[in-house]
């Protein structure tokens, strides 16, 4: 009896079709042979290539990525429903002329996408790991969160680097971690009830993101941030009380591309450091940020 292995390659070439030695002589079925062969051959390359299980693979997307989702795992492809509340009463609670005088204004809009190859992913891990075992608590959230985060369609992550902030009051967990269009994700996919999570318990999300503190760069909570430039390469990024500071050292590349607070997230510049953001100020009002001094300014 064959045992299947991991480590055993797959066959590599297919067993090639041929052509009966009667009718060898025949062009025409030599040719049709050869090219059975060729298609077959692709056949085998791609699924070898593509095992349909990993749905990881760059490869594994669109209705393909469905089809993996829904008839391997279960899983379908979720959809991101979002609404929007506005409700106008009040005396002096409204600019005068908004509404009539004791009228109540009540009005919801509502949303709804499809979501990205990459979020459905993200959401298949979530219910797919089994690394951190199956026994709900604080680390098992944590590693998932983290995960969900940092782990572009789906890819595994290590938990230990940049973890989120959790704290427990009661049945709330309350996550805080840095504002990102994959944080904003998690946070929608959750409000929709699509990651398994205990029904006892609930999630309440923070954003630490950028502000505009007159003209200086900053961000409430440290997080994964240095808070000392101690042993930090030239041009890396620190927390300095709530200012984001540059160790000094670089020469900005005169070419690089220009830095805008507008859509500019904590993660992003941790990553890329700020060595080459400018020295003087870009122009005032153009929202380009700069190195002031060592303190990170905003244009």
């Known amino acids: 009896m064959q045992i299947e292995s991991f480590a055993v390659s797959p066959l590599q070439n297919i067993l090639p079709s041929y052509v009966y030695w009667q009718y060898s002589d025949d062009d025409d079925l030599q040719a049709f042979a050869a090219s059975f062969n060729v298609l077959s051959q692709g056949y085998l390359t791609w699924f070898n290539q593509n095992p349909l299980g990993v749905y990881t693979s760059p490869y594994i997307n669109g209705a393909l990525l469905d089809w993996v989702g829904n008839g391997i795992y279960g899983i379908s492809r979720p959809v991101l429903a979002s609404s929007t ?47 951190d075992g199956q026994q709900f608590c604080l680390q098992w959230l944590k590693n998932r969160i983290n995960r969900f985060i940092n782990g572009i369609n789906g890819m595994d992550w290590p938990v230990l680097n940049s973890p989120p902030s959790i704290t427990v009051s009661g049945t709330v967990f309350t996550v805080t971690a840095f504002d990102s269009p994959s944080y904003s994700a998690l946070q929608l996919c959750y409000a929709n009830n699509i990651l398994a999570f205990p029904f006892l318990y609930s999630i309440e999300f923070i954003n630490n993101s950028f502000y505009n503190n007159g003209g200086v760069l900053t961000l409430p909570l440290a997080l994964s941030y240095p808070t000392s430039p101690s042993g930090l390469p030239d041009g890396s990024v620190w927390w300095n009380g709530g200012l984001i500071c540059v160790v000094p050292g ?41 190195n002031n001094g060592g303190v990170i300014s905003i244009a």
Request: no cysteine.
């Open 250 to 290: 670089v020469t900005p590349d005169p070419s690089a591309p220009p830095v805008y607070f507008a859509g500019l997230i904590p993660g992003a510049l941790l990553a890329s450091g700020g060595g080459n953001l400018p020295l003087s100020n870009p122009g005032v009002g153009s929202g380009q940020i700069w």
């Open 85 to 131: 509340m506005l409700r106008l009463a009040g005396y002096a609670d409204n600019p005068y002329a908004t509404i009539s005088y004791g009228e109540l204004l009540y009005s919801e809009s509502d949303t709804s996408s499809i979501a990205t190859d990459d979020i459905y992913k993200r959401v298949m891990t979530w219910h797919l790991y089994r690394g």
